[in-house]
DNA sequence: CGTCTGACTTAGT
DNA sequence: TACTAAGCCAGAC
């Protein structure tokens, strides 16, 4: 591993923060980074979001197929080696596909519950 | 310590 | 709707 390395494995707690929404996402449903990051505390990381993910542990991995970006493309496909395994791995949970690396967020986005009652982390 | 890059997002053209 | 530029944070060189 050529990534992210503390301490002795110890992650950031937004780190931490963004693995346990991951988590959250139920099957058949897909969110995007800018959720998730928002959601986490850092709504202008988007691009952290998608870099904890390819540092991220295997039972993270394992439903991260659930995120794309807000354009709804598998802009991480490749980490599965090719964006057809992320794609195949969508579709066997139902969900649909615009075009062919697009999914239809409007029928699968899924939103993560915001910290605390709407509090201005964004501004 | 400075610079580049990235599983991104938003705004402008 | 598609393309470009700028902003964002953290790690690798």
């Given at each position: 591993m050529t990534t992210a390395r503390r301490?002795?494995?110890?992650?950031?707690?937004?780190?931490e923060r963004v693995y346990a929404l991951v988590r959250?996402?139920?099957?058949?449903?897909?969110?995007?980074y800018g959720r998730i990051a928002r959601a986490a505390g850092a709504a202008r990381s988007a691009r952290?979001?998608?870099?904890?993910?390819h540092d991220a542990p295997p039972d993270v991995a394992a439903v991260?197929?659930?995120?794309?970006?807000r354009n709804g493309e598998l802009t991480g496909g490749w980490a599965w080696g090719h964006p057809l395994v992320m794609r195949a791995l969508l579709e066997e949970e139902g969900v649909t596909f615009v075009d062919e690396f697009r999914v239809d967020l409007d029928r699968y986005l899924w939103e993560p519950e915001l910290p605390s009652s709407e509090a201005p982390l964004d501004r």
């Open positions: 301490k002795n494995s110890e992650r950031s707690p937004f780190a959250q996402i139920p099957p058949g449903r897909v969110t995007t952290l979001v998608g870099w904890l993910l991260a197929h659930r995120v794309v970006n």
